[in-house]
């Protein structure tokens, strides 16, 4: 399964993919939670700064999900697939320093293809920015908790192990 993250400030986020690569550990029974496996990648100046893979490794190697931070639409726009599942923050820098709202684009990219709405979540610390009658569901930053039980969730739904 491949998460995309879209994320300005995607060193502080990679926290996320850890985190769900514990829940993961705490839920397989011990025999299994000893073959699980991180693997992280960083190249900055890329289009994907970081990616974060986690597989079981051992007799029947299996990747479990694949996270992907990206730092723009476009690059979101020219990997994310129906499969995917999509956390976008909604929230910029503007050239000023102030933070503005990507909203109307990142519905531009969701509404474009034929994305999943249950498979996109935003996750911003400015939810108020969010009108409500948006076709995008979402989560506040300190609501992080959640998200990783909503990964872990869609996770389970597609595994063989679950």
Known sequence: MKIIHLEDEWPKARSLAHQLHDRIFEFLPPESAVELDLVEEEDASSRIPSKIVVSLVGRRPAPIFEYLFVVDLDTLKDIATPADLVIVDIMRNDKSGRFVSI??????????????????????????????????????????TKLIGFLFEKICEQQPWT
């Open 103 to 144: 909203l109307p684009a990142v519905m531009e990219v969701f509404n474009s293809g034929e994305f999943s709405r249950d498979r996109w979540r935003y996750f911003s610390a400015y939810p108020e920015k969010v009108p409500a009658e948006c076709d995008l569901a979402g989560l506040t930053k300190k609501e992080h």
